[in-house]
């Protein structure tokens, strides 16, 4: 017990002498110019740290997206635990499936800790830090005050938000760490409504002191506007929902609209009018990134095949990780005219391209056909391994023009939010309060070349949902935020592919695996253990 208690202590002091020292990003892609003399005082008391500050929280999100671990596993974990993928393999398919991450102490819950856990909260502490040193600063005006704070703050709700809906048994402060407070314990989580106070406090503030048209990169009054009407819909406060998200579409100078065609969403550098958060990471930039791996995880390993090199077209070099499921293929299938599976958000075929390998009697630009899935005119599927491996259909959202085709680690930008999602939440906090939904959801609809619909209910938004936003890191949470039921019925109804992958049955199937106490996610032994001794971990863990 001597042991045990001088180790916590240990790790205690290791994680407060982290969470006092504020690192500082030189990111030179927001425009910011750090002063060649770094500290603390540096940071805490001038207005040109306290910038910096801010610029080194844009680089501590996109630190998850960089971070390396199991095959940048922190980009595409909670696109592998949904109703619409398939995880195939890999570290990632372990968690995908419900066989890792599922216990306090297990080497899953380990990762998600550093990718999650501590990295939220590294970025909450941070902001708390740049949030109570602008405050009191002097010789630094009003309204760039507000400015710095208006970031910090949105930083920091959107991280307790993120952890809130992974973790539930979270706890927030606003006070800054000191040498005084640095080894105050944590007695007990904080309670729903302390949490939903905080983010929606920060929130304004963010809403009332951003501006509509920021430089690419940036945080905006829309940025915030989109994330509060997402707390809304958790709180299930439907008129704030609709008010926030139809702020975004139709307020006269919000500077956001949908693109033309489902071609134009991921298209370039993701720098148009409907993008509303977009993590840089571009070569040609200073503090420009690290390479990750989020869209060699999507794609297929058809380059493998006799015929065919990789090429960014046809999604670039990838492994195969997460692919979509059969469930998703059939909702994009449902209407012939939709474009969202026709290479844009998705690329169902693979076409030769390589005269040097070709099969004989095949040319460039024939359809590869060569393995084939279970079905009923397969139903042996002798081959279906090898066509999830090679010539499943891939999301090839995360792939950019200027990628190498021939790595799997690629330095692309990435879109967090955008407003086609705005859309949907407006449709569905309408639906749920008053007004037409219609609108709002055939907008989304009509831009893809789809049918529209003429009624809506809660399938109906899952099902726009799974089409247009699928692979973008938002489904879990979507599923847990409508309850229970919801989330239970569609994971055991169509997580993974089930009979249509014979060898991931039984201990594999995520379907048999899926526990109704999974909807939260178990706080790593470790972490809890640095917390009071009261502290709860979530149930059934």
């Given at each position: 017990?001597?042991?045990?208690?001088?180790?916590?202590?240990?790790?205690?002091?290791?994680?407060?002498?982290?969470?006092?020292?504020?690192?500082?990003?030189?990111?030179?892609?927001?425009?910011?110019?750090?002063?060649?003399l770094i500290d603390s005082g540096y940071i805490y008391n001038t207005e040109e740290g306290l910038k910096s500050g801010v610029v080194s929280l844009y680089k501590f999100d996109r630190d998850r997206y960089d971070n390396g671990t199991q095959d940048y596993m922190g980009a595409v974990l909670m696109q592998s635990r949904s109703d619409l993928a398939f995880s195939r393999t890999g570290y990632t398919g372990l968690m995908g499936r419900y066989q890792r991450g599922i216990s306090p102490i297990d080497l899953g819950s380990n990762f998600t800790s550093r990718l999650f856990w501590k990295h939220f909260y590294n970025i909450t502490n941070k902001a708390t830090d740049?949030?109570?040193?602008?405050?009191?600063?002097?010789d630094v005006d009003q309204a760039t005050k507000n400015q710095i704070i208006a970031e910090a703050k949105f930083f920091r709700a959107h991280s307790y938000f993120y952890l809130y809906r992974m973790y539930k048994n979270i706890f927030v402060t606003t006070k800054s760490v000191t040498v005084e407070n640095a080894f105050?314990?944590?007695?007990?989580?904080?309670?729903?409504?302390?949490?939903?106070?905080?983010?929606?406090?920060?929130l304004q503030f963010a809403i009332d002191n951003l501006q509509w048209n920021v430089k690419f990169g940036r945080i905006s009054k829309g940025t915030a506007k989109h994330v509060k009407a997402k707390v809304a819909m958790w709180e299930g406060d439907w008129a704030e929902a609709k008010k926030q998200a139809l702020d975004v579409i139709e307020d006269p100078m919000s500077p956001h609209s949908l693109v033309a065609t489902t071609a134009d969403v991921f298209k370039g550098d993701r720098n148009n009018s409907e993008q509303l958060y977009v993590i840089q990471s571009q070569d040609d930039v200073l503090g420009g990134g690290e390479v990750t791996m989020m869209n060699a995880n999507f794609v297929t390993q058809y380059f493998q095949i006799p015929g065919i090199v990789e090429e960014i077209e046809q999604g670039g070099r990838g492994f195969s990780r997460v692919l979509p499921n059969n469930y998703l293929l059939d909702l994009l299938a449902e209407d012939p005219n939709d474009t969202r599976d026709d290479n844009t958000y998705f690329r169902l075929n693979y076409f030769y391209n390589d005269v040097n390998t070709l099969p004989s009697g095949k040319n460039v630009g024939d359809v590869i056909d060569i393995y084939k899935p279970i079905s009923p005119a397969n139903p042996n599927g002798v081959q279906y391994q090898r066509y999830y491996q090679r010539l499943h259909p891939s999301c090839i959202k995360f792939n950019q023009e200027d990628d190498d085709p021939k790595s799997y680690r690629n330095r692309s930008n990435i879109l967090v939010y955008r407003l086609a999602e705005t859309y949907l939440i407006a449709a569905e906090a309408i639906m749920r309060s008053t007004g037409d939904p219609l609108p709002y959801i055939n907008a989304i609809r009509t831009r893809a070349n789809a049918a529209p619909v003429t009624a809506v209910n809660e399938q109906v938004i899952?099902?726009?949902?799974?089409?247009?936003?699928?692979?973008?890191?938002?489904?879990?949470?979507?599923?847990?935020r409508m309850g229970?039921?919801?989330?239970?019925?569609?994971?055991?109804?169509?997580?993974?592919?089930?009979?249509?992958?014979p060898a991931n049955r039984g201990a594999k199937d995520p379907r048999t695996n899926w526990q109704d106490h999974f909807i939260n996610w178990p706080i790593f032994q470790e972490d809890l253990?640095?917390?009071?001794?009261?502290?709860?971990?979530?149930?059934?863990?």
């Amino acid at each position: 017990m001597k042991f045990k208690n001088s180790y916590s202590t240990i790790k205690k002091s290791i994680l407060l002498i982290a969470v006092i020292t504020l690192t500082v990003s030189c990111d030179g892609y927001l425009d910011e110019q750090p002063s060649t003399l770094i500290d603390s005082g540096y940071i805490y008391n001038t207005e040109e740290g306290l910038k910096s500050g801010v610029v080194s929280l844009y680089k501590f999100d996109r630190d998850r997206y960089d971070n390396g671990t199991q095959d940048y596993m922190g980009a595409v974990l909670m696109q592998s635990r949904s109703d619409l993928a398939f995880s195939r393999t890999g570290y990632t398919g372990l968690m995908g499936r419900y066989q890792r991450g599922i216990s306090p102490i297990d080497l899953g819950s380990n990762f998600t800790s550093r990718l999650f856990w501590k990295h939220f909260y590294n970025i909450t502490n941070k902001a708390t830090d740049i949030i109570n040193a602008a405050e009191v600063v002097e010789d630094v005006d009003q309204a760039t005050k507000n400015q710095i704070i208006a970031e910090a703050k949105f930083f920091r709700a959107h991280s307790y938000f993120y952890l809130y809906r992974m973790y539930k048994n979270i706890f927030v402060t606003t006070k800054s760490v000191t040498v005084e407070n640095a080894f105050d314990v944590v007695e007990t989580n904080s309670t729903k409504e302390e949490i939903f106070d905080l983010i929606n406090s920060d929130l304004q503030f963010a809403i009332d002191n951003l501006q509509w048209n920021v430089k690419f990169g940036r945080i905006s009054k829309g940025t915030a506007k989109h994330v509060k009407a997402k707390v809304a819909m958790w709180e299930g406060d439907w008129a704030e929902a609709k008010k926030q998200a139809l702020d975004v579409i139709e307020d006269p100078m919000s500077p956001h609209s949908l693109v033309a065609t489902t071609a134009d969403v991921f298209k370039g550098d993701r720098n148009n009018s409907e993008q509303l958060y977009v993590i840089q990471s571009q070569d040609d930039v200073l503090g420009g990134g690290e390479v990750t791996m989020m869209n060699a995880n999507f794609v297929t390993q058809y380059f493998q095949i006799p015929g065919i090199v990789e090429e960014i077209e046809q999604g670039g070099r990838g492994f195969s990780r997460v692919l979509p499921n059969n469930y998703l293929l059939d909702l994009l299938a449902e209407d012939p005219n939709d474009t969202r599976d026709d290479n844009t958000y998705f690329r169902l075929n693979y076409f030769y391209n390589d005269v040097n390998t070709l099969p004989s009697g095949k040319n460039v630009g024939d359809v590869i056909d060569i393995y084939k899935p279970i079905s009923p005119a397969n139903p042996n599927g002798v081959q279906y391994q090898r066509y999830y491996q090679r010539l499943h259909p891939s999301c090839i959202k995360f792939n950019q023009e200027d990628d190498d085709p021939k790595s799997y680690r690629n330095r692309s930008n990435i879109l967090v939010y955008r407003l086609a999602e705005t859309y949907l939440i407006a449709a569905e906090a309408i639906m749920r309060s008053t007004g037409d939904p219609l609108p709002y959801i055939n907008a989304i609809r009509t831009r893809a070349n789809a049918a529209p619909v003429t009624a809506v209910n809660e399938q109906v938004i899952l099902d726009e949902r799974a089409r247009e936003l699928s692979f973008e890191g938002q489904r879990w949470f979507t599923l847990k935020r409508m309850g229970q039921d919801v989330i239970n019925r569609q994971i055991t109804s169509f997580a993974g592919d089930g009979d249509f992958f014979p060898a991931n049955r039984g201990a594999k199937d995520p379907r048999t695996n899926w526990q109704d106490h999974f909807i939260n996610w178990p706080i790593f032994q470790e972490d809890l253990d640095l917390l009071g001794p009261n502290y709860p971990q979530n149930t059934g863990y």
